[in-house]
């Protein structure tokens, strides 16, 4: 059974940075088969793509946040991490790390949408 | 960023059945079948219910239909059952993005 575990502080100080790393058990980090994300949600609130990345380190961002976010992977590790920059209150969410498919959107493999496998969750709060 | 437009709740009484729209544009749900469905009870993780429109994984009970009409993707509850109050967000493959985009949740509360 593929697990999935989030890890990191859950605390935060505006204008620094945020880091954290999802850990992986079950399944291995180089399939060809899957995309490995960050979405997040801030309380209350829907969900939110922040990225993703191929076990090749092929990332992809969302774009409102892409100047901020750095998605990377550790194949030996068997685990990827999201780090966030200049972090404000309005970054203040649960971040989950989840598995996704890929598709074939005429002809071309890119990223899908099908989040599988989730992790709990963890929550970062951004306060002064 | 696009978002997808759903009813903000949807209620029921148990037994019943329920629809949740999930309205978006040609350049996501219109142009793509590749919609997703999940549920969220509170303070948990969402999970996987539909995939590709209509697609269940296994283990998703199929009280769950997922379809699509041009534009707007819905998810259907048959029996509705106590356990299925929780927050229910659509997705969905988008053009206009390398990411795609999530819908604005729906509430669904079992009278």
């Known amino acids: 059974q593929v697990h999935l575990q989030e890890s990191g502080p859950g605390l935060a100080r505006p204008s620094e940075t945020l880091s954290l790393t999802c850990s992986v058990s079950?399944?291995?980090?180089?399939?060809?088969?899957?995309?490995w994300g960050w979405i997040r949600q801030s309380p209350g609130k829907g969900l939110e793509w922040i990225g993703s990345?191929?076990?090749?380190?092929?990332?992809y961002y969302n774009p409102s946040l892409e100047s901020r976010v750095t998605v990377s992977v550790d194949v030996s590790e068997n685990q990827f991490s999201l780090r966030l920059t200049s972090v404000t209150a309005s970054d203040t969410a649960v971040y989950y790390c989840?598995?996704?498919?890929?598709?074939?959107?005429?002809?071309?493999?890119?990223?899908?949408?099908?989040?599988?496998?989730w992790g709990q969750g963890t929550m970062v709060n951004v306060f002064s | 960023q696009s978002v997808l437009t759903q009813p903000a709740s949807v209620s029921g009484s148990p037994g019943q059945s329920i629809t949740i729209s999930c309205t978006g544009t040609?350049?996501?749900?219109?142009?793509?079948?590749?919609v997703t469905w999940y549920q969220q009870h509170p303070g948990k993780a969402p999970k996987l219910m539909i995939y590709?429109?209509?697609h269940r994984p296994s283990g998703v009970s199929n009280r769950f239909s997922g379809s699509k009409s041009g534009n707007t993707a819905s998810l259907t509850i048959s029996g509705l059952q106590a356990d299925d109050q929780a927050d229910y967000y659509c997705?969905?493959?988008?053009?206009?993005?390398?990411?795609?985009?999530f819908g604005t949740g729906t509430v669904v509360t079992v009278l």
């Open positions: 997705g969905s493959y988008t053009r206009n993005s390398t990411l795609g985009v």
């Open positions: 040609t350049s996501d749900i219109g142009g793509y079948n590749h």
């Open positions: 590709d429109v209509s």
């Open positions: 079950g399944d291995s980090i180089s399939s060809d088969d899957y995309y």
């Open positions: 990345v191929f076990h090749t380190g092929s990332p």
């Open positions: 989840a598995r996704h498919s890929l598709v074939t959107i005429f002809g071309v493999t890119t990223a899908g949408n099908t989040f599988d496998v």
